[in-house]
Every structure is written in structure tokens, then in C-alpha cells.
């Protein structure tokens, strides 16, 4: 399969993520007045929060994979949730102000599909392309909410332990640590749902919404166009929103939805047109139908 090279903006965004993971090591420094007016539990915890965070996302940015994308989609919004609690606690100051922004704009940049992107394809095998899929919007709020909670219960601890209430504060520690051992295990499998081009063929390695892969030859592959409103494909997308690329095949063959509380084993349907939603749908349409076949 010939290699594609990253257009401008998708190399620009990338540097500027790199940029900004580097940049990000100077929030302590400025938030040193805000955290030295905080008690010394909270202060000092919410120091080392903040430096162990960005060595995640540092150590991400030069080890890329789809284990670091998780591990840098959860890290710097973690940041950033923490230096707002100090903005909130201490006052927004000059100093403050532009550790936020700092924070904000890395994160931003980390859940960019450009990022996204090139942190699976570093670690693809051989000559596959990976094109990551996005996230169901149903899903996402679930995710972004068990973040929310994780949050509260640190924060909720610290402030009970800086209290000296013991027990409460314990209680809810053991809660947020549990918490994350868990929840970056589900994040994850969303890191890991793409559209993947082989020599061979098209594979949709997508575990959410699907119970096993899905692999099809070349010659089983008939076009992949970008969907319209007449389209009858299968929505093996998790019924995400916005654009979609449609996979017709030259005969029906057969995909295995995941389980649900009504089909715990999954449910199989025989298809002969798909839908999938890669984040960038135009570059990775335009790269699979030109790239030739090894």
C-alpha cells in the first residue's frame, strides 16, 4: 500500500499539540502564588496533580500509540479541570488566567481528529493504514459524565482530608482511586475503534459496536463513497452523527453487533452496504480509493 504523507494543516496541528504538552510543563510556575494561598494539603496535592498529569501527557507525545492517546485525552483535560479548581479557589490572576488557557488549548488540540489520528496510525503494523472512528454521541456523554464524577469525588476527598475529616475524606479517596483503575480501561476501548486499510482488504476493528472484527477482501469490496440521503447501509457506526463513508459490497456477507442487555451474545445481520464514521471521512475516503492494493 503506498504511503500517504500528512497534509500541512494536519502536520501544523500536530507540532502545535506537541507545542502545547511542553508548554503545558509551565502551569505550576504560574499558578505558584494561587497554590502557596491554599492549605498545604491541597496545595501541595494539587502540585503534585498537576506535575505528575503532564509528565503522562510529555511521556504520551513521545511514546504515541492508542494506550498514550488515551492516556493524553484523559491527562490534560485532568489538568485543566484542576488548575480551574484553582482559579476558582484563589481568584483568576494574570498568572492563573494563562496557566488556564494553556491547559484549554492542550487539550483541545489532544482531542483533535488530526492528533487522534496520528497517535493510532504510529503504531500500526506493517503497511495498514488506521483511520479512528468517532465516538457515538450517546457514548460520549457517558464517558464525559463518569469523568465528571471521577473529578468530583478527588476533589470532594481532598477538601474533606484538608478538613481533617478522616473518615469521610478516606472513604471517598478509596472511591475516586478505584474509579481510576477503572474507568481508563472503558475510556480505552475508544481509542482502539478504527477503520483499518490493508493490503488485503478493509477491517472495522471496532469492539464497542461490534462483537468481532469485520474483514473484507478487495475483490468482496465493490466502492466506498461518502453516504447520501438515499443510502440504505447497515449503521455500524454506534449512531454517530455528521458525515459517513458507505462500504458497498459485491455480495451480503456477515457482521455481529455486540451484546446487549437484550442480546447478550450479540446479534448478527447480513449486510451488503455499511456505514462507519471515520473522524477525518474525507481524507481517509480520498486515501482508500487511491491507494493501490499491494
Known amino acids: 500500500m503506498e504511503k500517504k504523507q500528512p497534509d500541512n494543516l494536519t502536520v501544523a496541528l500536530i507540532w502545535a499539540s506537541r507545542v502545547s504538552v511542553v508548554a503545558t510543563g509551565l502551569v505550576v510556575p504560574l499558578l505558584t502564588s494561587s497554590l502557596q494561598q491554599m492549605s498545604s494539603l491541597t496545595g501541595i496535592s494539587s502540585t503534585v496533580g498537576i506535575w505528575v498529569l503532564w509528565a503522562v501527557a510529555l511521556l504520551s507525545t513521545l511514546v504515541p500509540s492508542s494506550s498514550t492517546l488515551t492516556a493524553i485525552r484523559l491527562s490534560l483535560p485532568t489538568l485543566s479541570a484542576v488548575v480551574g479548581a484553582v482559579a476558582i479557589g484563589s481568584g483568576m490572576s494574570s498568572g492563573v488566567a494563562a496557566a488556564l488557557a494553556i491547559s484549554i488549548l492542550a487539550s483541545l488540540l489532544a482531542m483533535s ?102 474483514m473484507f477482501m478487495n475483490n468482496a469490496v465493490v466502492q466506498i463513497s461518502t453516504e447520501t440521503a438515499q443510502s440504505e447501509a447497515a449503521d455500524l457506526s454506534g449512531k454517530c452523527s455528521g458525515l459517513g463513508l458507505v462500504i458497498v459490497l459485491k455480495d451480503f456477507d456477515t457482521v455481529v453487533f455486540a451484546g446487549t442487555p437484550k442480546t447478550p451474545g450479540g446479534s448478527a445481520i447480513h449486510v451488503k452496504s455499511m456505514r462507519v464514521c471515520p473522524t477525518r471521512p474525507g481524507r481517509a475516503l480520498t486515501e482508500l480509493t487511491s491507494a493501490p492494493s499491494a
Open 113 to 214: 481528529g488530526e492528533v487522534g489520528n496520528s497517535f493510532v496510525q504510529l503504531a500500526a503494523y506493517g503497511d495498514e493504514r488506521r483511520y479512528l472512528l468517532r465516538c457515538p454521541p450517546a457514548l460520549l456523554i457517558v464517558q464525559v459524565l463518569s469523568w465528571l464524577v471521577w473529578l468530583s469525588f478527588c476533589f470532594v476527598a481532598m477538601n474533606l482530608l484538608a478538613s481533617e475529616i478522616w473518615v469521610a475524606g478516606a472513604i471517598t479517596a478509596a472511591i475516586a482511586v478505584a474509579l481510576a483503575v477503572v474507568l481508563p480501561q472503558r475510556f480505552h476501548r475508544f481509542s482502539r475503534r478504527w477503520l483499518v486499510a490493508v493490503p488485503a482488504g478493509i477491517v472495522i476493528h471496532d469492539h464497542v459496536v461490534l462483537a468481532e472484527t469485520a
